[in-house]
């Protein structure tokens, strides 16, 4: 890759990662590498996607109270966003924490690309740092899976968790009240809703499948990051409700 800003503060920090894994874990696997390797990234983004997280989780018990604000307020829109700002405020939620998390794992995402698709399996020791030293051999294998090729079951994988990824983060919106007609804002949430739960894990698979097995690992594994993580917050919203009743 090209230097630049893209490669010098995303590209190369995350290949030097990778290969310095690599340099550590028994037989230099590769599999077992970009499972570490992701991790690791997870792990450094936790505080940004730990408020998400737990942005979303409150903002979910709050949405019996956002109903009765849009009721009150259905003749004033200005109004009604404005004492549903305060009703985030006083509970801590910041709306755009979600935002500011993808706007950050997104040249992530595509170094990770780079990484896997063009640094993989030829490794390059111009891209490396002075202290970083390449593996005399590499194993592409993974559970039987030669991650360098395509791979139908782990694209599979990637997809299904990605479907329970979205299950926990975005349930499913309850359906129109008998009679009462939805609003086009309404229609349009619940759209987004079915298209995020269904389609991005057709797209995860097609993406997936597409470009490598190293790419579905790394997707499969973000998503169980992601699926223990929601589980976790959940769990811990659960024992502060039964404590505060």
């Given amino acids: 890759m090209e230097p630049g800003i893209f490669s010098t503060v995303f590209y190369l920090p995350l290949y030097n990662t990778l290969v310095l894994i690599l340099s550590a874990?028994?037989?230099?696997n590769v599999g077992v590498a970009i499972?570490?390797?992701?991790?690791?990234v997870r792990t450094a983004l936790l505080p940004l996607s730990?408020?998400?997280?737990?942005?979303?989780a409150k903002m979910r018990t709050l949405a019996p109270h956002l109903e009765k604000l849009k009721e009150k307020h259905k003749d004033n829109k200005q109004e009604q966003a404005r004492k549903t700002m305060e009703l985030y405020k006083e509970h801590g939620?910041?709306?755009?924490?979600?935002?500011?998390?993808?706007?950050?794992?997104?040249?992530i995402i595509f170094a990770l690309y780079f990484v896997f698709f063009k640094g993989l399996p030829n490794l390059n020791a111009e891209h490396l740092y002075s202290f970083v030293h390449l593996p005399s051999a590499v194993s592409m294998m993974f559970?039987?899976?030669?991650?360098?090729?395509?791979?139908?079951?782990?694209?599979?994988?990637?997809?299904?968790?990605q479907y329970y990824q979205i299950k926990l983060s975005i349930p499913a919106m309850a359906p129109a009240e008998p009679g009462a007609k939805p609003s086009f804002k309404d229609d349009f949430a619940r759209s987004f809703n079915v298209q995020m739960r269904y389609m991005l894990p057709v797209i995860v698979f097609g993406i997936s499948y597409s470009?490598?097995?190293?790419?579905?690992?790394?997707?499969?594994?973000?998503?169980?990051?992601?699926?223990?993580?929601?589980?976790?917050?959940?769990?811990?919203?659960?024992?502060?409700?039964?404590?505060?009743?």
Wanted: aromatic content about 6%; hydrophobic content about 50%; overall charge positive.
């Fill in 50 to 56: 730990h408020k998400s997280v737990t942005s979303q």
């Fill in 93 to 107: 939620i910041n709306p755009f924490s979600g935002c500011l998390l993808v706007l950050i794992q997104l040249p």
């Fill in 35 to 40: 499972v570490l390797l992701t991790i690791v």
């Fill in 211 to 245: 470009i490598s097995a190293a790419v579905a690992l790394y997707w499969t594994t973000s998503n169980l990051f992601s699926v223990g993580h929601e589980l976790y917050v959940a769990r811990k919203a659960r024992e502060l409700k039964v404590k505060s009743s």
């Fill in 143 to 161: 559970l039987g899976i030669v991650l360098s090729k395509k791979s139908i079951v782990l694209a599979f994988l990637a997809a299904i968790t």
């Fill in 25 to 28: 874990v028994p037989g230099a």
